[in-house]
């Protein structure tokens, strides 16, 4: 613990506290942030996941395969990542979906693929409008993932030696780095607003591929989508927006 707190303190010396004036957006800028709220891009993709789901999988299929009534299942989505009785492990959504067409003998989309990606965002769309429910202590396998999210969490990594702590805590929420203001990811509901629509990368991007992102400017090696780090970091982040909100897709710089 005492290692983490050191390195927070070292990498603030290049994070600078905010001074407003830079960072606010320009006019142009905002107008195109609310049109965009009003009509995010990526709601095609969303239909389009939608189209796939409904064609090869259905709603149906996936609350038997999780062993909920369909009338309870947008509820029971709003509580992912979670254990996964049929898989014996704790899984995305994604995964849960790859493990559906298997057993159906379907071709099987990459983790991350674009058509992924999409069907995603469209089966937590599902869930849009219900608070976000992960219970991390529901049995000992999430347990063992939120333990592991938070290991993965406080632990530097990579050539700066910086952990996900060192950016996303309360010493530094609000504080900038090259002019991006850094998030406290319970208070911008990143566990409900990811599938999201990225404009500065003009596509539709999931949490954890959210994650690699923020482990590739960290000069971190990038964790593989789906590997038990990655589902425990999302239980991790998901959590800390316990309560609030699902609303896919979001929106996001
Ligand atoms: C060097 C600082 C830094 C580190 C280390 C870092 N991040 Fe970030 N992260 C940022 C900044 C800055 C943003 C906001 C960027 C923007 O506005 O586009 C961000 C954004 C995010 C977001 C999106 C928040 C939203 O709006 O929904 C998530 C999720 C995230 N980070 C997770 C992580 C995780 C998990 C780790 C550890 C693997 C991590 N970050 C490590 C700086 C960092």
């Known amino acids: 613990m005492k290692k983490i707190v050191l390195i927070t303190a070292l990498s603030l010396s290049w994070i600078q506290a905010a001074d407003n004036s830079q ?38 299929a996936m609350a038997k395969f999780l062993g909920v009534s369909e009338k309870d299942l947008s509820k029971y989505i709003a509580g992912f990542p979670r254990y996964v009785k049929a898989l014996d492990m704790v899984a995305g959504l994604d995964q849960v979906m790859q493990a559906i067409l298997a057993q159906k003998g379907q071709e099987i989309p990459k983790l991350k693929s674009k058509k992924m990606f999409s069907m995603l965002a469209y089966v937590k769309s599902l869930a849009n409008d219900e608070a976000i429910n992960i219970d991390v202590n529901a049995d000992e396998h999430i347990k063992a993932s939120y333990a592991l999210g938070e290991k993965t969490y406080n632990t530097p990594r990579g050539g700066r030696g910086l952990a996900c702590l060192s950016c996303h805590s309360s010493a530094t929420v609000g504080m900038a780095l090259r002019t991006q203001i850094l998030p406290n990811l319970g208070a911008v509901d990143a566990g ?22 923020c482990m590739k400017n960290a000069l971190q090696a990038k964790l593989p989508i789906g590997s038990p780090e990655m589902v425990a970091l999302e239980v991790y982040v998901t959590n800390m927006a316990k309560g609030k909100n699902i609303a896919i897709p979001g929106l996001k710089r």
């Open 23 to 60: 960072f606010s957006m320009s006019a142009a800028d905002r107008a195109m942030y609310a049109e965009m709220l009003e009509n995010n891009p990526a709601d095609i993709f969303v239909a389009e996941g939608g189209e796939i789901f409904d064609e090869e999988i259905g709603e149906a």
């Open 192 to 213: 409900g607003t990811w599938p999201a629509y990225r404009m500065t990368k003009s596509s539709l991007r999931t949490l954890q591929r959210r994650f690699q992102g």
